[in-house]
């Protein structure tokens, strides 16, 4: 089985591994880049076609897709991957951050969506995947611009799934683990007025996210995609890795109270049992992580 294939941010992590693994395949490969610096990533794999790309800019995204209908045809599948992580409080992101993070992680995935669309509908079938987050499944603190434009893609392929299925055209959607997507190799930070009160807090945030790094793999993702292109199936939603599938189960069975206490264990500095054991079942180890006090929790021990 071969074909066509178009992939957004495709110079590392999950785009990159799915550029190889099709590319492996025989596939005729279509990939962009957004910095140029990133690009030799993309040309030491033979035989994919490359085109620079800033998804948020629509007379790009619509001179990008022309050009690649016209280098390699119209694709069979496409995957929306190009986006990054505003990181940080809310209270200290700019207005003009969060504006952008949606202008990639949405807007971007939109306007690629849109600009293939009505060739895709022509034609009577393709396939588009939409990679989200499992921050759009259950989000965590300091990423809540992330996790919302991630909810914004959810959203999305829920309503397409349906919408375009009447012309043979399948809409999925990636939920990879957070701590599989390298948030803080592709991230923008929130050090606006108000960030210093939430350092306590965002440290121990982080430091479950480092050490927490390799319970992750860019290669399942890559082969839950190639999997779904040879199945052709229904299937609508993939958790990837074990955090994801994990959040599933997790949102199922806590109610709201118990998940704030679990959360509030990654930021504070007495984590719940609950959050340790999740925590040492990701990174395959035992040891247990240490959290900076709360300045304000004078009687707590640690």
């Excluded at 998804?55 to 897709?65: G, L, S």
């Excluded at 990174?283 to 707590?300: A, Q, V």
């Amino acid at each position: 089985m071969t074909g066509t294939i178009f992939i957004t941010g495709a110079t590392s992590g999950f785009g990159l591994a799915t550029v190889k693994r099709f590319a492996r395949e025989g596939w005729k490969v279509a990939a962009t880049y957004h910095r140029d610096e990133m690009a030799p990533a993309l040309r030491e794999v033979p035989n994919v076609s490359i085109y620079k790309l800033d998804v948020a800019d629509e007379a790009q995204v619509a001179d990008v897709t022309s050009r690649v209908m016209a280098d390699v045809g119209l694709p069979d599948v496409i995957v929306n991957n190009a986006g990054y992580c505003l990181i940080g409080s809310l209270e200290g992101s700019s207005m003009e951050q969060i504006r952008r993070q949606f202008d990639v992680n949405v807007f971007g995935l939109i306007a690629v969506t849109k600009a293939f669309l009505p060739h895709l509908r022509a034609r009577g079938r393709g396939m588009i995947f939409d990679v989200a987050s499992s921050s759009a499944l259950a989000n965590y603190p300091f990423v809540p611009v992330y996790g919302a434009s991630k909810s914004a893609v959810r959203g999305l392929s829920e309503a397409l799934f349906i919408e375009l299925a009447p012309f043979g055209i399948k809409v999925k959607t990636i939920f990879p683990g957070l701590h599989a997507t390298k948030i803080f190799t592709k991230l923008d930070s929130a050090t606006g007025p108000g960030h210093e009160a939430y350092a306590p807090y965002f440290r121990n945030f982080a430091k479950i996210q480092s050490e927490s790094g390799g319970a992750g793999d860019p290669e399942q993702v890559a082969t839950v995609i190639w999997d779904a292109v040879r199945k052709k199936d229904d299937r609508r939603d993939y958790p990837v890795n074990r955090d994801a599938k994990l959040l599933v189960k997790m949102k199922r069975v806590l109610s709201d109270a118990a998940w704030k206490k679990m959360n509030l264990g990654m930021i504070v500095n007495k984590p719940t049992k609950a959050t340790l054991a999740m925590m040492k079942w990701q990174i395959n180890g035992t040891k247990p992580l240490e959290f900076e006090p709360d300045p304000r929790l004078s009687n707590s021990k640690r």
